[in-house]
């Protein structure tokens, strides 16, 4: 991409609405423009990002054995009214009449949905585990929506659903999402620490938070330190067979402030108390039957007679990761991406636009790159060499090439690294054998 042809609107001041530091950088970056309170544009840098944390939720989630679909944003009220909820969920659904004066909502959550299709057609024992999810905009009208994409009103969710013959094989399909989604976080650069939570309007009993630590993160939270440097358990499990690594997940304590024990945590030792803010960027439920026995969804088990499947759902914070993402990883110059989600791998950056020696060097080099497979932004604008530093720290593009007509004089470029700042001078050559080997 040539940013001369690009759309990148930077704010050179920061805006006054933003509290915290990844709101003020994604306003700042022009990667997202609020519509309304809490309703967001996707521009294009934010939607760059947006979408390669989508493709690692999508690749673990396939590893976990879990199956894409994608259901509609409108549901019919109905539905919600097998399950109670329509009248149970309160103001944060958005309920919207359409012209037959039939009642519809912006889906905030899918559970009914997904059992509805569910019951549709699968009928045996045999078709389970059965495991399905989508990415989708869903709609909650939040009472204080704020901090940016952390809390909007219309949000992108990952939202899984398990569907099982009983408890046992149930569990195994809630520790299957517990791994995937340690994995998932870890990926993406972030420490993300399970903890006991409430089950809130969801329902059931069995539940898990995935935390991040950070001081703007609206959660409370308590755990045993030890907790938050555990390296994710990775993809070389028997996915049939977790039970042991959620054990060892679980059995030192850590819960959210609903859910906490002051007595228990009162028994760690205190220098591994931990009593810290966090962000929820997942959160995982076990309901059993609170869904399939009110909505009929049963399955004939191997006796011929009906089973209501055990059920359990999972939610990924798909936009409010990016949120979570920046909190975590920045500096006073701006935006640190980790390589796995950054909007583009390499900046060439020229440091002299209209010089032969300078163009031709930037050209090759954004050629070799595209064509080696690399996101390449080739900064191609009449900014001085100042301003583009600037702008390309800002928008924390992990390496940067910067060609100018001094080094190319004595053959050489540089090389710099947005997390480490450290730079290299070195042949295009060179530079370019680093950027291109996998
Ligand atoms: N208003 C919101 N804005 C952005 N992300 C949200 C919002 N509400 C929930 N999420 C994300 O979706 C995930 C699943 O939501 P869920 O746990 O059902 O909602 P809640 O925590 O509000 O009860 C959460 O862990 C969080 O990451
Ligand atoms: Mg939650």
Not at 103 to 125: C, H, K, N, Q, W
Not at 191 to 204: L, S, W
Request: proline share 5%; net charge negative; hydrophobic share 40%.
């Amino acid at each position: 991409m040539r940013l001369s042809r690009y759309f990148l609107p930077l704010l050179k001041e920061n805006p006054s609405e933003a509290q915290i530091v990844s709101h003020r950088l994604m306003l700042r970056c022009g990667m997202i423009r609020q519509e309304a309170a809490g309703i967001y544009a996707w521009l294009p840098l934010g939607l760059r990002v947006l979408r390669k944390v989508e493709r690692i939720v999508e690749e673990e989630m396939l590893k976990a054995g879990a199956v894409q679909l994608l259901m509609p944003t409108l549901q019919l009220a109905d539905l919600w009214r097998e399950s109670g909820r329509y009248d149970d969920y309160g103001q944060e659904m958005l309920r919207i009449k359409d012209r037959h004066e039939r009642d519809l909502l912006y889906g905030p959550t899918a559970e009914e949905m997904v059992t509805d299709i569910f019951r549709a057609s699968v009928r045996s024992y045999k078709d389970l585990p059965l495991n399905l999810y989508q990415i989708s905009w869903k709609f909650r009208d939040e009472q204080r929506p704020r901090f940016g994409v952390m809390r909007g009103r219309e949000f992108l969710m990952k939202d899984a659903y398990s569907f099982d013959i009983d408890e046992p094989s149930a569990r195994k399909a809630y520790n299957r999402m517990f791994v995937a989604y340690l994995n998932t976080f870890s990926r993406m650069g972030l420490k993300a620490v399970p903890m006991r939570a409430d089950t809130g309007p969801i329902g059931g009993d069995l539940s898990h938070e995935f935390i991040i630590l950070a001081d703007t993160g609206e959660s409370a939270v308590f755990c045993h330190k030890d907790l938050v440097d555990m390296p994710a358990p990775g993809d070389d499990v028997d996915w049939d067979n977790l039970q042991d690594i959620f054990d060892e997940r679980t059995s030192l304590y850590a819960a959210t402030e609903e859910m906490h024990d002051e007595a228990a945590f009162g028994a760690i030792p205190a220098d591994k108390q931990l009593s810290a803010r966090g962000i929820e960027v997942g959160h995982i439920f076990y309901f059993g039957e609170k869904y399939s026995k009110p909505m009929k969804a049963a399955v004939s088990g191997p006796d011929g007679k009906d089973i209501n499947v055990h059920m359990g759902s999972y939610g990924v914070g798909v936009s409010r990761l990016l949120g979570a993402i920046i909190e975590a990883s920045h500096d006073e110059n701006g935006i640190i991406w980790p390589e796995s989600v950054a909007p583009f791998d390499v900046a060439v950056v020229s440091l002299r636009v209209g010089d032969a020696a300078v163009d031709a060097a930037c050209e090759q080099a954004y050629k070799a790159l595209q064509k080696a497979g690399v996101d390449v932004l080739y900064n191609d604008s009449d900014d001085r060499p100042g301003a583009k530093f600037a702008s390309m720290d800002l928008i924390g593009i992990p390496k940067q090439l910067i060609i100018g007509p001094k080094g190319l004089a004595e053959g050489n470029v540089e090389l710099k690294d947005r997390a480490t700042g450290e730079r290299q001078v070195l042949p295009l050559e060179a530079a370019l054998a680093q950027l291109t080997k996998a």
